[in-house]
T-cell receptor, first 117, second 114 residues
Framework: GAVVSQHPSRVICKSGTSVKIECRSLDFQATTMFWYRQFPKKSLMLMATSNEGSKATYEQGVEKDKFLINHASLTLSTLTVTSAHPEDSSFYIC?????????????FGSGTQLSVL | GENVEQHPSTLSVQEGDSAVIKCTYSDSASNYFPWYKQELGKGPQLIIDIRSNVGEKKDQRIAVTLNKTAKHFSLHITETQPEDSAVYFCAASGSNFGNEKLTFGTGTRLTIIP
């Protein structure tokens, strides 16, 4: 299947700092990528849909100024957690769909564990 | 919006036996149903998927069945092995190719007992 690379896999930061997470589609192009958040032993919660060349679409209750999304190319989307606080600590996962494929398969990155001290 | 329910939340199965996980969905317009396996600290991995024009799909030890009338679908794992231990998520999404969002179930923690 298609490969989605996500970095970093783990990050620890101080409260008040910003953290950037990268999501890359390695062997396909993706005009749309999705960002999820997952709490321990819980399901995946969609945060936003990242659209190449345009603004991201955020789910209800997700602060767009808190979670900045940039999708500057067909293979890269970034999520920046701004002014991080301990309650932002979570597992963040990106996903992408191969736009050149005729199926709906969605592939996920390996996730980023964010710990805010 | 779509609502996906998944049962059971935990499942323990003796190695070699079969495991079945069930999901129901609410939106009759949904027509794509993937299953993901997630190991600790990793992202979900697509293991099998099915579209609504098919009632069953099999890939080696894994099979998925879909009852569109009843709006439920199930994952079947046969001859379970210790490496099958993980959290499994079902999901559903809408009718057209493109950027439809997946709605996930709440997950099933499967433990294979050696």
């Amino acid at each position: 299947g298609a490969v989605v690379s996500q970095h970093p896999s783990r990050v620890i930061c101080k409260s008040g700092t910003s953290v950037k997470i990268e999501c890359r589609s390695l062997d396909f192009q993706a005009t749309t990528m999705f960002w999820y958040r997952q709490f321990p032993k819980k399901s995946l919660m969609l945060m936003a849909t990242s659209n190449e060349g345009s603004k991201a679409t955020y789910e209800q209750g997700v602060e767009k100024d808190k979670f900045l999304i940039n999708h500057a190319s067909l293979t890269l989307s970034t999520l920046t957690v701004t002014s991080a606080h301990p309650e932002d600590s979570s597992f963040y996962i990106c996903s992408a769909r191969d736009q050149g494929s005729t199926n709906e398969k969605l592939f996920f990155g390996s996730g980023t564990q964010l710990s805010v001290l | 919006g779509e609502n996906v329910e998944q049962h059971p939340s935990t499942l323990s199965v003796q190695e070699g036996d079969s495991a079945v996980i069930k999901c129901t969905y609410s939106d009759s317009a949904s027509n794509y149903f993937p299953w993901y396996k997630q190991e600790l600290g990793k992202g979900p991995q697509l293991i099998i998927d099915i579209r609504s024009n098919v009632g069953e799909k099999k890939d080696q030890r894994i099979a998925v069945t879909l009852n569109k009338t009843a709006k439920h679908f199930s994952l079947h794992i046969t001859e379970t092995q210790p490496e099958d231990s993980a959290v499994y998520f079902c999901a559903a999404s809408g009718s057209n190719f493109g950027n439809e969002k997946l709605t996930f179930g709440t997950g099933t923690r499967l433990t294979i007992i050696p």
